[in-house]
């Protein structure tokens, strides 16, 4: 690819997305956007190249979008942050919302809804202790054919066996044919919608707790901080953000600060979280 059609896609998905495409992720355009152009019409991701110089269909940009953006995921990532949830945030959480019985969650990147589920997973798994809380999970993303993936809840076997310990795997999920389902209970607890960060999330209401994990790592400075700050906005005063393992806000905004002794996890800086609460609630 000629560095004029490199160019052409880094500013395209920078302007639309916030991600910052180097040089040695230009492999990315041929594998991801050749679908692409031949969904199109089109012979080459040179010939769409072509049209994208013209005034383009706003749908192919959305599509071109959507196959950069797209990332894998699986169910339980990473561990740490769920473990965090699990053991720290929602007892927490509970303690302190004990009299509301609500908690509101947001995966801020949810791709094909397994950190939701996930999460939804744990929740049921607490039992009786939730019993008539009022708990919602919103999962948000930028990719509309990622989004409907999730609402479905429908996993290959390869997905699901990818970080799903079995025995949650049989407890909430249907066996249909090659694939597994998420039970309807389940899929009920989470409202996926599309969203993208660049652009205005006022139509949010506040959260309790923000996932936004693995989506930092694509963007440049000033957009971090751009995204950062936003999300400080929609987090509840003694709420918690979860960032990937490779995140952090050190350097880039002063709106949050770390829990201490929680690699991942953030409260805001000038809210009412109070570390020795949550040190009584693990």
């Known amino acids: 690819m000629n560095i004029n059609d490199f160019d052409l896609y880094k500013d395209l ?7 910052t495409l180097t040089p040695d992720k230009a ?13 199109w019409g089109y ?15 706003p749908a192919l940009i959305t599509d071109i979008v959507e196959a950069m953006t797209t990332n894998e995921t699986s169910f339980f990532r990473d561990n740490r942050p769920f473990d965090m949830f699990n053991n720290t945030i929602l007892p927490y959480l509970i303690k302190k919302r004990g009299i509301q019985k609500s908690i509101n969650i947001w995966s801020a990147a949810a ?5 939701p589920y996930s999460l939804a997973m744990l ?15 919103t999962g948000t993303d930028i990719s509309h054919e990622i989004l409907d993936h999730a609402r479905k809840g429908v996993y290959s076997q390869f997905e699901v066996q990818r970080g799903l310990p079995i025995q949650l795997l049989m407890k909430y999920f249907d066996k249909t044919e090659e694939t597994w389902t998420v039970k309807e209970d389940l899929r009920k607890m989470i409202q996926y ?3 993208n960060l660049l652009e205005d999330i006022g139509r949010l209401n506040k959260f309790d707790i923000i996932f936004c994990r693995n989506v930092l790592i694509y963007f ?14 929609k987090l509840e005063n003694d709420g918690f953000l979860v960032l990937g393992g490779a995140e952090t806000v ?3 905004t002063d709106a949050f600060k770390l829990a201490e002794s929680h690699r991942g996890l953030y409260v805001l800086r000038n809210g009412t979280f109070d570390a020795k609460e949550l040190a009584v609630a693990v």
């Open 220 to 233: 440049d400075e000033p957009t971090k901080k751009m995204v950062l700050e936003k999300l400080a906005t």
């Open 111 to 115: 791709s094909s809804g397994q950190e």
């Open 250 to 252: 050190l350097g880039i």
């Open 123 to 137: 929740i049921k798994e607490k039992g009786a202790v939730l019993n008539n809380w009022n708990i919602r999970i």
């Open 193 to 195: 919608d599309y969203l």
């Open 27 to 39: 492999y990315l355009i041929d594998s991801r956007l050749t679908p692409v152009a031949k969904k």
């Open 13 to 19: 998905l920078k302007k639309k997305s916030g991600l």
């Open 43 to 57: 012979d080459s991701v040179d010939a769409m190249s072509l049209i994208l110089r013209g005034i383009p269909d």
